[in-house]
């Protein structure tokens, strides 16, 4: 059922509204990236009620919560996804364009979270969907990033990587939780003293470098539930902002260091590691969100209970990759040292919450630390993983007696490394691959000898796909055609897809299928055809016809830049004799995003008799003063007097020189419209 809130004129009106309160405009004079903010705070405003509900459903079911920990988390955009969960897309789009909006448009403002760079990021991204969506109570624990791994231009013909800063403007989609602000330790040295209430020895971590962590929520909605989980990404702030005795006394760097240590641990994702600084940075990460994820998902379980022996009831830590796999050790040092167990209870509930997914049969990508630096980085993490490697190594002994190769396969600590994937798999209750052949190369090659010792660990969860965001938002027209053959149960449950098989060999479910692919319905009067220039190759995106009209909707992006006159030529071919227009309306735009920019405006008029059955080309130059970056717009719109019984037909088509081809529309007469047949380009 439709929220209230997205009814048109309810919706509408929280967008004006959101636009006057953050911004001091009307909605006539605010830019396409303000109306985004706007409308991205009217959505926001639905999912908070629905964020509240859930919490307060969590709060009295008491389910066990997992939360899913990893370094990457590639969401991708939230406003469409989120519109596509609540089911609302379509009553949005169409208040937006009473307002005088395209949807598309809007979308494409928003800058892409750079929380993620992969597989890795795209993996845990679907997860969360997936969790949401199946009424799983679950957390996603990453990392505020402030720069992605780079932003792509092309100047001269030449890659250029410059910073992602998609936090410019702000995100509307996060909540800052200082609240929830937790303190992390790095470096200074472990004191060890004799506690006589517990009669053995007490382990105190002084001389460290504190960090504050500062989460920041983003919803995840669940598909047609209301359910909102949450991703909480840490941010990175000084216990201390400003020494101002140090500045007064003319110590400007100590004045900040605390601020520059803080800042740099979340500035950039994946920091470079080909020398030692880059080494220690990237360790400071991780243990930098996973100790304060611990810290807060300790803290939420102690809210509700008294026993802390009974967390791996209510709790799983899902770590995702080596990254995060020194969750096992801090999990160990909180247990130990700040609740007061000892350490058989510790690594009982530390072995029954910790679970592993292995991305990788390379031996030299799974993470290994130098002794050297993990020690004076996390001094007490690593005593705790020292005597875990003990213990382990006791293990192997008395598995394999005198087999000292098993120890050096398998051992924890080795050869001067800290070797995570060994920790994570001596410590998981579980240990996944991501595909099924790559779960038994992990079993019979790069993982053997673990396999071997403890085979009921390992499972396999093969990757998936999210079907709502890569199906039902990125071709809703395919994704009709879909449902009007097996039903809508493969948005939820996308095995059913399955069930097309039925029309393989079915000729016109295969020409539905193409013109659902490459077309649209039959719902407007002009033909729009879409089409973007990627790489200097034409790509239809979307055609919706049936008129008689045609409108042919060209837009490019090239890379222009400041003053530099940038050609652009079109071709307008006429060969057929049936085509009786004796007009074609040509507009030329010169766009930054979806915004025209007016005085690059041009309008042409043709008459098609001039053109015969030959070539007119048309050239228009356009310079480009600001932005640095703009793309064109061509839009022709031919107007035919007559032509009920002139199919088929060729249609005067639009073509961009650069390209180098020419791309002809062929339209047949089926009933009372024609319907285009578009080759793939």
């Not at 209230?4 to 009106?13: D, R, V």
């Not at 092309?154 to 702000?170: A, F």
């Not at 008689?548 to 004799?577: A, M, Q, T, W």
Request: charged share 25%; hydrophobic share 40%.
């Amino acid at each position: 059922m439709t929220n209230e809130m997205f009814k048109k004129e309810a919706f509408k009106k929280s967008v004006k509204d959101n636009v006057k309160f953050l911004y001091r405009k009307t909605i006539e004079e605010a830019t396409q990236e303000q109306i985004f903010q706007a409308v991205s705070y009217s959505v926001k405003d639905v999912i908070i009620d629905n964020w509240l509900a859930t919490q307060k459903a969590y709060d009295e079911q008491d389910p066990k919560i997992v939360y899913y920990m990893s370094m990457e988390f590639l969401m991708g955009r939230a406003l469409g996804n989120n519109l596509i969960n609540l089911c609302a897309y379509g009553e949005v789009k169409e208040a937006l364009e009473e307002l005088g909006f395209d949807l598309n448009c809007i979308e494409d403002q928003e800058p892409d979270p750079a929380l993620g760079n992969g597989g890795l990021g795209r993996l845990a991204a679907c997860f969360l969907d997936s969790l949401a969506t199946l009424n799983y109570a679950a957390y996603g624990c990453g990392i505020r990033y402030h720069y992605g791994m780079f932003k792509q231009k092309i100047q001269n013909g030449y890659q250029i990587e410059v910073p992602d800063n998609w936090l410019k403007n702000g995100y509307p989609f996060e909540l800052r939780r200082p609240e929830y602000a937790k303190e992390v330790h790095f470096g200074g040295y472990v004191r060890v003293e004799y506690d006589p209430e517990k009669g053995g020895n007490k382990f105190i971590h002084e001389g460290y470098q504190a960090v504050k962590a500062i989460p920041y929520d983003m919803p995840i909605t669940g598909y047609d539930n209301d359910v909102v989980n949450t991703l909480r990404i840490w941010d990175a702030e000084p216990i201390v902002d400003f020494e101002l005795d140090s500045f007064d006394k003319g110590d400007y760097k100590k004045a900040v260091e605390q601020e520059n240590l803080a800042r740099t641990i979340v500035e950039v994702l994946y920091p470079n590691d080909n020398h030692m600084a880059g080494k220690e940075l990237r360790l400071k990460q991780q243990y930098f969100f996973v100790s304060a994820s611990l810290q807060a998902a300790i803290a939420k379980y102690k809210k509700t209970h008294d026993d802390i022996t009974k967390l791996h009831e209510k709790v799983v830590f899902q770590m995702n990759d080596t990254h995060p796999t020194v969750a096992v050790a801090e999990l160990m040092r909180i247990l130990i040292d700040e609740e007061g167990l000892g350490w058989d209870q510790a690594w009982d509930i530390t072995t029954k919450c910790c679970a592993y997914t292995n991305h990788t049969i390379m031996s030299e990508a799974l993470e290994k630390w130098p002794i050297e630096l993990f020690s004076r980085l996390l001094p007490r993490v690593y005593q705790i993983i020292e005597e875990i490697n003990r213990r382990f190594i006791l293990e192997i002994q008395q598995k394999y007696p005198g087999n000292f190769e098993k120890i050096k396969k398998m051992a924890i600590i080795y050869d001067g490394q800290v070797k995570m994937a060994h920790l994570a798999i001596a410590a998981g209750y579980s240990v996944n691959g991501v595909a099924r052949l790559h779960t038994e190369i992990l079993k019979k090659q790069e993982l053997k000898d673990f396999y071997e010792m403890m085979p009921e660990k390992f499972n396999n969860k093969t990757n998936g796909i999210t079907q709502r965001r890569f199906l039902l938002h990125g071709n809703p027209l395919l994704a009709k055609w879909v449902t009007a053959h097996v039903g809508d149960e493969w948005i939820t449950d996308l095995p059913k897809i399955k069930e097309l098989t039925l029309y393989v060999d079915d000729e016109k479910a295969q020409k539905e299928f193409g013109l659902a692919e490459w077309s649209g319905d039959v719902e407007d009067f002009y033909a729009k055809p879409y089409f973007r220039n990627i790489y200097r190759e034409m790509n239809v995106v979307r055609f919706e016809f049936p008129g008689l009209n045609i409108r042919l909707d060209y837009c490019g992006d090239p890379v222009l830049h400041r003053g530099e006159p940038k050609k652009i030529k079109f071709v307008l071919s006429n060969k057929s004799k049936y085509v009786t227009s004796d007009r074609v309306n040509v507009y030329l735009y010169g766009r930054e995003g979806c915004e025209i920019l007016p005085q690059k405006e041009q309008n042409i008029f043709l008459s098609m008799a001039h053109m015969g059955d030959g070539i007119r080309e048309l050239e228009y130059e356009i310079l480009v003063e600001e932005p640095l970056r703009a793309s064109y717009r061509f839009v022709a719109e031919f107007v035919f007097e007559e032509n009920k019984n002139n199919c088929p037909m060729e249609v005067p088509f639009v073509l961009l020189s650069e390209a180098g081809q020419t791309v002809p529309v062929v339209w047949e007469k089926k009933g009372p419209a024609c319907t285009p047949n578009l080759p793939r380009v």
